[in-house]
């Protein structure tokens, strides 16, 4: 249909279909502020750059002769049936981005019945989201505060407004070094009133109040974003015996993100977890940590029929999608892409992305003469490697 409209239609479309081009064209239409925080990787980029050589080492060995039409791409995941095995990652801070922030987003994606995963640290509150996109199904991910009842708080608010899964990210318990943020005196929480990070929920508000003699985070901005700065990313790590916390206060699914060790995935299977994601948050964090994909099938082969393994990091393309997840995993997040769709054109502008990722992902499997996701093994991939 993307095709028609464009080849057949002269219709062009609103969003490039060239993945190289669209950080490009990204860039020229959103806030400097903005585009600085999300292209930026941890350090010299290493592990952004990694992520990216890591998928082209694998190539596609297709066959031929083989009807796949219909195609079918659905899996099942936590006991729901979700139309792709594509997931949006969760992205803080879309109010930098574009007005229509996660909502935008949110929408796009519960369009295409791509689950949406809110961060903690979203500029739109959980109530406010779920009111204004209340269609498609929503995850939500979790910094997880040290304090409990701030944790309690904001699980229970996902609770209540519906959010079938939780992902915990392990890998920021603070941020990784970042230069783009660091040269340019970034301070990407705090965008325009009424979209200030975190400030919503009623617990931080009455601890903010506590702490400050009374003043609420509309007083006083700037403090209560360096508060729930401290609170959210509180620069110790947790251990695994503190998942037992998680559990009090969410009966769901709860999945780790930030993994990529095959140790690592065998503790969170010992320690009762439903999921992981093989994920180095897009480079964010070590600059110099290995590439997603390059431990993906390590940790499939430890744990994958255990658990439930999921990948993002690096995922641009139909081809990128069906390489990670004939290398095992379930299903695949999409981060930067989409928020590249939102920073050219609002929500338009990330459905448009995210419609031509999912028709990229048909394509290349019909034309890798694959009929269902179930269908794609390690044995349609070749490992190359081309010298440079
Ligand atoms: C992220 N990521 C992220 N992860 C998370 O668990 N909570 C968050 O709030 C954020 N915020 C965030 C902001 C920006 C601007 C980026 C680029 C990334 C990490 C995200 O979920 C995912 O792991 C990466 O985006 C995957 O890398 P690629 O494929 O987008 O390069």
Not at 28 to 41: L, Q, S, V
Not at 112 to 123: D, G, K
């Amino acid at each position: 249909e993307v095709m028609q409209k464009s080849i057949l239609g002269g219709q062009l479309p609103l969003v490039t279909t060239n993945p190289n081009r669209l950080e490009e064209q990204a860039q020229k239409a959103m806030p400097t502020k903005g585009f600085d925080y999300i292209k930026g990787g941890a350090g010299e980029s290493a592990t952004m750059d990694a992520n990216r050589l890591a998928f082209r080492q694998w190539k596609i060995i297709p066959r031929v002769l083989r009807p796949t039409n219909p195609r079918d791409l659905s899996v099942e995941l936590f006991g729901h049936k979700y139309d792709t095995p594509v997931l949006m990652a969760p992205i803080g801070v879309q109010a930098l981005y574009h007005e229509d922030k996660e909502i935008g987003t949110a929408s796009a994606c519960a369009n295409l019945r791509v689950p949406f995963t809110l961060s903690t640290a979203s500029s739109t509150g959980i109530e406010e989201l779920v009111k204004a996109s209340p269609d498609g199904p929503k995850w939500f991910q979790l910094y997880w505060p040290l304090d409990e009842e701030i944790t309690a708080s904001i699980l229970g608010g996902a609770k209540a407004n519906g959010f079938k899964a939780l992902v915990v990210t392990l890998d920021t318990w603070t941020l990784g070094w970042r230069p783009c943020d660091l040269d340019t005196a970034n301070v990407p929480f705090i965008v325009g009133e009424g979209d200030e990070v975190g400030f919503q929920d009623p617990v931080f508000r009455k601890k903010f109040a506590e702490h400050t003699d009374g003043e609420t985070p509309e007083d006083n901005r700037i403090g209560a974003a360096m508060h729930w700065l401290s609170e959210t990313f509180p620069g110790v790590s947790r251990s695994w015996e503190d998942l037992a916390i998680l559990r009090k206060y969410w009966d769901g699914p709860i999945i780790l993100k930030g993994i990529l060790s095959a140790e690592d995935a065998n503790l969170a299977v010992q320690h009762g977890m439903d999921g992981i994601i093989v994920s180095n948050h897009g480079g964010r964090q070590i600059d110099g940590a290995v590439a997603a994909l390059d431990v993906l099938p390590d940790i499939v082969d430890a744990v994958g029929k255990q658990t439930t393994v999921m990948f993002d990091s690096g995922i641009r393309t139909g081809a990128d999608m069906v390489k990670a997840l004939a290398l095992g995993a379930k299903a695949v997040f999409v981060g930067r892409p989409i928020v590249y769709g939102l920073g050219i054109d609002g929500a338009a502008g990330a459905e448009a992305v995210l419609a031509g990722l999912l028709a990229d992902l048909d394509l290349t499997m019909g034309l890798a003469g694959v009929k269902s996701v179930g269908d794609l093994q390690r044995s349609m991939l070749r490992r190359v490697q081309y010298p440079g």
